[in-house]
């Protein structure tokens, strides 16, 4: 007999997906870093950034993070005076055992995404999830982040959100 996971929201509301006109600059390549300008810096707003994380999957379910209103947009802060990227997001219960995973998956997508420059600051919106100061402050210790990078099975749950693939 196979046992199956137990999830923690079984029957999540579905939305259709917002379609934003925006270029995505491409900021993976090493020439991008060595000589980016203030011009190419100005290019990154909200909606790219929006852009790159719209399409990372729950970890528990078949949906995207915008489909299921995790992320949005409006919650979105990029301050290029000051070089920092805020990003606020939803959980969709309120003891979402998934947030600390759906916040580090948001961070590598975006490190992996955007020049260093940025500082990443995720959030998880007040009143959304039981423990957003706990888990808010998780996902923002560089020690933990780096300590959970280092697990191989906690980096392969991460890299099959960020493909699309659900991880359980």
Not at 28 to 53: C, M
Not at 111 to 121: E, I, N, S, V, Y
Not at 133 to 140: F, G, H, L, M, P
Request: net charge positive; charged share 25%; glycine share 2%.
């Amino acid at each position: 007999m196979e046992l199956q996971p137990v999830l923690v929201n079984p029957t999540p509301v579905v939305h259709a997906g917002q379609r934003l006109q925006q270029r995505i600059v491409d900021w993976s390549k090493a020439s991008q870093y060595s000589h980016r300008s203030s011009e190419d810096l100005d290019k990154i707003d909200a909606n790219e950034v929006f852009e790159h994380i719209k399409d990372i999957s729950d970890p528990e379910h078949p949906f995207s993070l915008e489909q299921l209103r995790v992320v949005n947009a409006k919650y979105l802060l990029v301050s290029k005076v000051i070089f920092r990227i805020q990003v606020t997001f939803s959980p969709t219960v309120p003891h979402c055992s998934m947030a600390t995973l759906i916040g580090l998956s948001i961070r590598v997508k975006l490190l992996r995404a955007l020049p260093r420059c940025f500082k990443l600051d995720i959030l998880v919106r007040p009143g959304y999830h039981s423990s957003h100061e706990a888990v808010t402050k998780q996902i923002n210790d560089k020690e933990r982040v780096a300590a959970a990078l280092e697990n191989t099975n906690l980096l392969q749950k991460v890299d099959s959100c960020l493909d699309g693939k659900t991880a359980l």
